[in-house]
């Protein structure tokens, strides 16, 4: 029998369409994948540098031009700043003193971090943190520190105190 033999009597015996048994119309054909369009290509790698590097076109003042992406960046934290936005200004100054834009930078202790004393006056933590590094101070400490401070501000130093009711200060007079 010949190939053409075994189709056609395929056709006449009766085929149970079933799972894993899908109509003979639907079946894959012969010498044809399965997957005609095939695994689709892998997308490129992004180059976030080249993205960052590449120039921005803003519009001010009516005319478009090209900018630094820094540039731009440094522009949206100062507009933020003048309107208040603490975050902003704070991140835009250390910005400029990354790129040397306010002077050298001044080296950052390990320490770093924020220091939250709203009962003493700026001098004074300086001091604190010159001598004893981070806080946490101890009564101690901050005694020894009002002590040096108080030795030698200046009135107008004192007047300002005075003016913003420093707690801690009053607490060493008495």
Known sequence: MSNN?????????????????????????????????????????????????????????????????????????????????RASLFHGVNELLRYGALGKPQPVDAGGGVVHAPDLPWDMVLLLKERHKAPPWTKAQIASAREHYLEDRSEEQAMIDAAIGYRDLDEGDA
């Open 5 to 85: 033999d075994d189709d056609s009597q395929q056709d006449r015996k009766p085929y149970e369409v079933g799972y894993g048994k899908p109509p003979r119309h639907s079946q894959f054909q012969k010498g044809r994948s399965g997957n005609v369009s095939g695994r689709s290509r892998k997308k490129p790698d992004i180059d976030a540098t080249g993205i960052l590097n590449e120039p921005v076109r803003v519009r001010s003042k009516g005319k478009t031009r090209s900018m630094d992406p820094r540039e731009v960046t440094l522009h949206q934290l100062a507009n933020k700043a003048q309107g208040g936005d």
